[in-house]
């Protein structure tokens, strides 16, 4: 007997997340296993409150498919929820699996990021210890942070990848047009891993020679050689570019957000706030240098920047939800679908599946030999690293000049 | 005899200004009364010093003009230099005819915003009171800001227009993905005039029904008013988009960024400082309304995103460059390169000269009657208006993944 696909999407927004979904859509509609194709709105919130919509209807033609695979942010909506600790409380477990038997959906894929693989974990294993059979319940990989494990890298990472490289390419040409000591601090997300912010990197040397500063959070962060490093670039050169991650901090763990007297800020209303990083060390170049400096922080617009995407990372996308399904299909649960790179020079990638208990809950951070010794700047294997990953472009559908995006609820 | 052109650009940087350089140089180099075409660099600041490079030498394929409409900023470089009042002191324009006469220059063509059009009528005014015939002084509009005075739109704005118009597109995607009561506040460029914010309106209704609220210099800003706004509008939708102008102010002509007890915000090094217009809007819905509230400057990300122009814009920068040497060769001189508006449906436009004198130092604001009466939005005549500005896409050429310059200095 033919069974449903139900897939849902959790985590933050990225431009890639819906390739992965039309990549499932596609394989699903193909598959002879597969009756229809449903979709749960605001991820495994949205499963709990029954809120699905048919996928096979609303998405049936090819021109749709290809829309929704350049339609930035999750079209099914997405959570922040996590679901009870099995140990404590399975009732939400159970209660998944009723409205999965009700709906004679057999195969579960969930695209997000750790917090969504530890749902795939929690959920494939409880199906395991009550001898639920009949569902397979598969991960589909996504985050511009590119953290998660068990996967050499991740969806959504080499489109805002792109973005962020271009974004310098493009500052670079800004900052020579004047004839002045000039800095530009740009500030990338990231909290706990810099690969956003080491995407820099791909643009420097490509259009001129301004020298590019780059902190990670790998690294720890001291004020007094950011100082130093500035002063030497601008001793040789007018202009200087800076990429710092959010999450940049100092060896005892505080963040550079917190520092400068940070506390002595306040808001609007009198209360103590914190800063940016990038705002934090514009007021530093301000005081201790004191010439034309600006800082940027690139916020939302680099997580789904779907006008200016990567074609590798938008097939890719797709693949890994294509090969989710293959995976569901073929009986796996409690995996997530992941790629491995085969070789950097031809760029190859392998489809397969890894156990979800290599992913859920961990994090992936830029290797220490990777970063120079300075800590101001990323290595060779870095950058050969990132180059496949912003290969090809893909941008919007436009429509009367405006982009055009396929809305699923 | 034939003649040399010289061509410079000054004032802050576009997307589009490099495309009108090409147009100048593409124009030149048909014309049978040009002999070279050089570039001065960094403005007029590098007539005075010499800087001169050959065009016709460093731009001599048809693909080195392609890629040169497609290079963010000023290829050449640009100042923020005002010549001396010709009143006080002549000696700099004596200083500038010298050096044209010097190198056989007989064609002046200046690319720029306002100020450099005050440059043009100095220039053009010193030559015709002192006899000097042989030199033509043309202006190239040129701004973002769209707040040229003798022209229907400027070079420049209409992909600042696409960039931030898109921008909106994909935030409106983003702050649909969760549930629950969300604002967006992005904060665009504009100390004096509101087309830049007012661009936010193409985006509005073309992909989902998230309301739009956006506040113009133009029409006073109310803090309580803003906070009403934004209250009406959770009570029947999830999010709420903001688009308001870095210049919005009160009645009383203060601005925002220097409200809210903003002169109690110290920076970290404990002085005052002023937030941007945007930061102090969030803080305003987090203290009176308290719900997820982030506010974006696109800073210096919306006037070189050259990785997504308006085709419209890059194609009329370029003419607009052609029609400046055209007039420069006919024997016209103080005056701007400009183009008018035939109709709105077909789009049509035609090129002509603008005296420089209905130019310089003025500034076109949005009119009253193309804002809405409550002071939150556009009307259909502005966005009638900014429609064409926008249609078609040019983008980057990519190398190897990441966007690729002409270099010219």
Redesign the interface.
Known sequence: MKKNLLVAQSGG?TAAINATLAGVIRKATECSEIDKVYGAC?GI?GVLEEKLVDLTEKVNTPEKLDLLSR?????L????FKLKDIHEDDSQYQQIVDIFHKHNIGYFIYIGGNDSMDTVAKLSGYCKSHGVADIQVIGGPKTIDNDLCGIDHCPGFGSAA?YI???F???E??I????AKNV?IVEMMGRNAGWLTAAAA??QG???SVPYLIYLEESPFSMERFVKDIKDRLEEHDAVLVAVSEGAHDETGQFICE????A???????HNKL?GTGK?LE??VK?QIGCKV?S??L???Q??????M?RTDIEESGKLGENAVALAVAGESGKMSTLTRVSDEPYEVSYSGVDISQVANLEKKIPASWINEEGNGVTEELIAYL?PL????I??V????????L?LK
């Open positions: 927004p605001n919130q339609t930035p942010a999750a079209a909506g997405s959570c922040r792109k490289a271009t974004v390419s493009e500052l040409r800004e020579t047009v004047y004839e530009i791909l643009a490509r259009n001129g520092q400068g007297q940070g002595k800020e306040l808001d609007v209303f009198g800063s934090v007021e530093v005081e600006r940027i922080e916020n939302l617009l997580r789904c920047a779907s006008h200016i990567s180059k912003v290969q090809g472009e941008s919007s436009y429509e009367d000049g405006i982009p055009k995006y809305l």
